[in-house]
Structures are given as structure tokens and as C-alpha cells.
């Protein structure tokens, strides 16, 4: 007896370890990139090299994110409105290994989008410029505001690999 083909050919276990590649390659440049930046560069075009390749594989990481958590939760038999309420997951999970799991995928994907919306404040400031709207600086961040949104965007980086390790399954799955 065959399986069925299922109706939307992404939603499949392959096109989820095809979108989770795509996304560990965009995480990895944007890691590599990010840690150029925090090192004193010597030349100013090396600087803005660096920050363009961060920026736009940061956008290409959301991009695949997005996709990847709808097929992965569906990979998991997970419903999509689980992810905004994760107490429901861990009271419906038997425990052990499961339950931490699951809930180490939920801090994850918390802490991923609130990397990247700490990234796109940082960044607000200088796309109101390039598009013609300095007046929108006014008072953007008031007195040190941007040290807080840099150290957020850091020090939540730094979580985000330490739950990713932690994530990441313990085998390999056929």
C-alpha cells in the first residue's frame, strides 16, 4: 500500500531539513559577520562590508524562519496556535525529554524574534535616513536608548546559540 502524496509538497519532513540548511547557513554568516563588528576592523569599507552581509543574511534568516517553524511544528504534529500559548504544550506533554524539548523550541523561537526585532530598531534609524525621512530621527533613541537595544540584540544572540545547542536533537533521526 503507498502513502498518499501529500496536497502541499512543502510540508514534508524533507522541505523541513531543507528550510532548517538554509536558515543554520544564513544564522552562521550572520554569526561570523556579527562577530567582525564586534571587533575593531581597520578599514571602514571592510566595516560596511560586514554590516551589509550581516543585514541582508539576517533578512534572508527571517525570511526562512517563518516557513521552516510552520513546517517543522507540522512536521511535529504541532498546532500553530501552540506557539502562542506554551503552557498548553507543557501541561498536555507527558514530561521527560519531550516536554523540555518542546519547550526549549518555544524559548528559542521567543528569543529568535526578539533578536530580530531588536535588529530591525537598530537598524530603523538609518533606513529613515536612506528613505528621505531624517525628521523620523528626532528623538528616536533619547539619551543612550541604542546601548540598550545593542546590548539586547548581543547578549539575546548569546542565548539564542546556548538554547540552540540545546535544541538540537541528541541522534540523528533516519
Given at each position: 500500500?503507498?502513502t498518499?502524496?501529500?496536497?502541499?509538497?512543502?510540508?514534508?519532513?524533507a522541505a523541513s531539513?531543507h528550510?532548517?540548511?538554509?536558515?543554520v547557513?544564513?544564522l552562521g554568516?550572520v554569526?561570523?559577520?556579527?562577530?567582525l563588528l564586534?571587533?575593531?576592523?581597520?578599514?571602514?569599507?571592510?566595516t560596511?562590508?560586514?554590516l551589509a552581509?550581516?543585514?541582508?543574511?539576517?533578512l534572508?534568516?527571517v525570511?526562512?524562519?517563518v516557513p521552516?517553524?510552520?513546517?517543522h511544528?507540522?512536521d511535529?504534529?504541532?498546532?500553530?496556535?501552540?506557539?502562542?500559548?506554551p503552557?498548553?504544550v507543557?501541561r498536555?506533554?507527558?514530561?521527560g525529554?519531550?516536554?523540555?524539548h518542546?519547550?526549549l523550541?518555544?524559548?528559542l523561537?521567543?528569543?529568535?524574534?526578539?533578536?530580530?526585532?531588536?535588529?530591525?530598531?537598530?537598524?530603523?534609524?538609518?533606513v529613515a535616513?536612506l528613505?528621505?525621512?531624517?525628521?523620523?530621527?528626532?528623538?528616536f533613541?533619547p539619551?543612550?536608548?541604542h546601548?540598550?537595544w545593542?546590548m539586547?540584540h548581543a547578549w539575546?544572540?548569546?542565548l539564542?546559540?546556548?538554547?540552540?545547542f540545546?535544541?538540537?536533537?541528541?541522534?540523528s533521526r533516519?
Amino acid at each position: 500500500m503507498t502513502t498518499p502524496e501529500p496536497l502541499l509538497p512543502w510540508r514534508t519532513r524533507a522541505a523541513s531539513r531543507h528550510l532548517l540548511l538554509a536558515l543554520v547557513y544564513c544564522l552562521g554568516i550572520v554569526a561570523a559577520t556579527g562577530l567582525l563588528l564586534a571587533l575593531p576592523l581597520p578599514n571602514a569599507h571592510l566595516t560596511l562590508v560586514a554590516l551589509a552581509a550581516h543585514l541582508v543574511s539576517g533578512l534572508l534568516a527571517v525570511f526562512f524562519f517563518v516557513p521552516f517553524l510552520v513546517c517543522h511544528l507540522r512536521d511535529g504534529h504541532e498546532p500553530l496556535l501552540s506557539l502562542l500559548l506554551p503552557w498548553r504544550v507543557a501541561r498536555r506533554c507527558s514530561g521527560g525529554d519531550s516536554r523540555t524539548h518542546r519547550l526549549l523550541g518555544y524559548g528559542l523561537t521567543l528569543t529568535l524574534l526578539t533578536v530580530a526585532a531588536s535588529g530591525l530598531v537598530i537598524i530603523a534609524p538609518a533606513v529613515a535616513y536612506l528613505a528621505g525621512k531624517p525628521f523620523l530621527l528626532l528623538d528616536f533613541w533619547p539619551g543612550n536608548g541604542h546601548r540598550f537595544w545593542l546590548m539586547a540584540h548581543a547578549w539575546g544572540t548569546l542565548l539564542l546559540v546556548a538554547l540552540l545547542f540545546c535544541h538540537f536533537p541528541k541522534r540523528s533521526r533516519p
